[in-house]
């Protein structure tokens, strides 16, 4: 069977889980859960790091010496213009040229801003930024960021940390129909089922911190959500049946008498 | 009729709950395998900063942390005149620096929820800013003024509550190398390593970074590791910094014995305290980010402590749902001096009947076992 890895900016990636590094109650709980969660790509808050000194960092100094890549995103930028600085930045001390853009206006809802994002993920394509916007979850601006350059579009399932789960599966589905390149869910996810539901929709994978990191067994969870990634996964690749409003015998054996 | 209480673990929490019962009318007696306040809570830095070490939302720990900060203040004057013995106590706020305009976002949204529980915090920047805190570097470009805020030297602290536990008649045993809990259902026998055995009516287990141990004969997972935590400390003539300064690589405190204290490099390495050069430098790289004069200077002390810290960061503090016999105060992470005063309370209310708040059940020591 042909192995089902994806690409981001022609780089092959097995795992379709990306994890945040915040929010952990310590470094040894942090470690375990990311070496659980199976993931190949780590991502944080460049304004949390020591850019001056990044293998210093009080967060990136514990998984310093292992094989990820880092998608840093640019939260707490309000500006398109704030988030592109904070961008070059982050590529100017080395950690890495994929950059998250993520833009919010409001602090209470942190929903990101569509027309910044937009403006900044044009900008930084054009610097030859990998770039991963956060966006709401509106079918045509993803196309929009899309044709913009982004190497994948990331829109949130709900507020970020909320643990609501996908609020409109709907236009997710639409995304995913739409989209040329990589959709990953971001944001708002909750449990293993809203896991399982994003996969099945045909995302290429999921984004989380929340759910994992301030969940009572962080390391089980890790392990929870990248189960419930695989199964959505495979789900959504072997095709679920039509549903149908009445019963039909499971058992079936008329089918096998002799006529 | 007070009961007998046979609290293991003579750290800055054993100690606290020993004065609490004691002075309520218990018989505290307190078994340590070294001397009392010899890992984390003689290492610590003493910041009482609920809000600064809550930046996320006003969970239960956060209600935890500053409820025990309401407490200090009467529970510090108890401590000082019982034992006769000062310690430094400090109400210099804190101020939690900023370098980038994207974290204004942060510390507004962090504003907004404090200031609905009673943190009375501003945002500062500018001349304002550097008015309140001179030697700053010109670089931080905001940061959240916190005057509910205050630290303590957290040694003398330590040793005025050790003192004042001997005072009021806490049975002290020392040195005694191993413990090991022979009964705990129907009574309380914990058994040290020469033979002798300490009866009581009920066992708290205040073992911090070791509770893990007693997870067999307790029956329940006990998930604290230790975190070492390195710290470093600079001679300071004038008190430099006025603030607890806390940026997210750490902190910087001054003492009003000359020191002025930053930590804390955090790493995993079991049960070994060494310092290490890694550690330290990983301090200094960002100090001097925060206050530039750093830059010149050479720490003269450097020391490590191991931080309990659980699963899911919470202590683990109530009684076992098999037996309210034993009690659990372990696994406060940083915040062991901070949550001092409020821990002692919760043991001591448990054991003179009175009801816990529902918000204690975050704690309950049984969480973590299925």
């Known amino acids: ?259 | 009729m007070g009961e007998t209480v046979v609290i293991m673990g003579g750290g800055v929490i054993g100690l606290s709950c020993a004065f609490e019962l004691q002075r309520r009318g218990h018989q505290a007696i307190l078994l340590e395998i070294n001397r009392c306040g010899g890992q984390a809570s003689g290492a610590a830095a003493g910041m009482l900063a609920p809000f600064s070490e809550n930046v996320e939302g006003p969970d239960a720990f956060f209600h935890l942390g500053k409820e025990s900060l309401r407490l200090y203040p009467g529970w510090r004057d108890a401590i000082r005149s019982i034992s006769g013995r000062y310690f430094e106590y400090s109400d210099s706020g804190s101020l939690y620096i900023a370098y980038h305009e994207a974290d204004r976002l942060a510390l507004e949204g962090r504003l907004l929820w404090q200031r609905e529980h009673g943190s009375s915090g501003v945002l500062l920047e500018g001349d304002e800013l550097f008015r309140k805190e001179p030697l700053l570097s010109r670089q931080v470009k905001a940061a959240l003024y916190t005057p509910a805020e205050s630290h303590l030297y957290a040694p003398d602290y330590v040793e005025a509550l050790e003192h004042a536990c001997r005072l009021t008649g806490v049975h002290f045993h020392e040195q005694l190398g191993g413990l090991e809990v022979a009964e705990w259902r129907d009574a309380v026998v914990v058994q040290a390593k020469d033979g002798r055995r300490f009866g009581g009516d009920r066992l708290l287990v205040c073992t911090g970074a070791w509770a893990q141990e007693l997870e067999e004969t307790l029956g329940i997972r006990i998930p604290v590791y230790p975190i070492r935590g390195q710290i470093c400390a600079y001679e300071a003539e004038i008190n430099p910094v006025h603030h607890m300064v806390f940026s997210n690589q750490g902190y910087l405190v001054s003492k009003e014995n000359g020191t002025l204290v930053c930590g804390a490099s955090e790493d995993v390495a079991g049960f070994d305290t060494t310092v290490t050069e890694r550690g330290i430098e990983r301090l200094r790289n960002w100090n001097k980010q925060a206050f530039p004069f750093l830059a010149e200077q050479t720490p003269f002390h450097r020391w490590a402590g191991l931080r309990p810290s659980t699963q899911d960061g919470y202590p683990l503090l109530g009684p076992l749902e098999e037996s309210g016999r034993v009690i659990m105060a372990a696994g406060h992470y940083r915040n062991g001096i901070l949550l001092s005063p409020v821990t002692a309370k919760a043991v001591a209310d448990y054991i003179d009947g009175i009801k816990l708040p529902e918000m204690m059940e975050a704690f309950a020591p049984g969480r973590f076992t299925y």
């Not at chain 1, 640019?74 to 213009?81: E, F, L, P, R, V």
């Not at chain 1, 600085?85 to 950690?95: D, K, N, Y």
Request: glycine share 8%; net charge negative.
């Open chain 1, 1 to 259: 069977m042909k192995k089902d890895t994806w690409h981001i900016g022609g780089h092959e990636l097995h795992s379709r889980f990306f994890i945040g590094t915040g929010l952990f109650p310590n470094p040894y709980v942090q470690k375990e859960a990311i070496r659980a969660s199976g993931a190949e790509v780590l991502t944080f808050a460049i304004r949390r790091v020591n850019l001056a000194s990044t293998e210093d960092d009080s967060i990136l100094q514990h998984v310093e010496g292992e094989a990820f890549r880092y998608l840093p995103n640019t939260s707490g930028a309000s500006t398109a213009d704030e988030a592109v600085r904070i961008a070059r930045l982050a590529r100017a001390s080395g950690l890495s040229d994929w950059i998250k853009v993520e833009i919010s206006a409001n602090e209470r809802t942190l929903l990101p801003d569509p027309l910044e994002t937009l403006k900044a993920t044009e900008i930084l394509v054009k610097e030859g930024f990998t770039v991963l916007p956060y966006t709401s979850d509106d079918p045509v601006l993803c196309k929009r960021l899309e044709e913009a350059g982004a190497a994948a579009v990331m829109p949130g399932a709900a507020p970020i940390g909320t643990g609501l789960g996908i609020l409109n599966p709907y236009h997710i589905g639409l995304i995913v129909e739409e989209a040329k390149v990589p959709i990953i869910v971001d944001a708002g996810l909750g449990s293993a089922a809203d896991v399982v539901q994003a996969m099945e929709l045909g995302v290429a994978g999921v984004l989380m911190n929340t759910p994992v990191a301030k969940a009572k067994d962080p390391v089980g969870m890790a392990m929870a959500m990248k189960l419930a990634i695989e199964a959505g996964r495979l789900s959504y690749l072997s095709g679920r049946i039509a549903k149908k409003r009445y019963a039909s015998a499971s058992s079936g054996h008329e089918q096998f008498l002799l006529k």
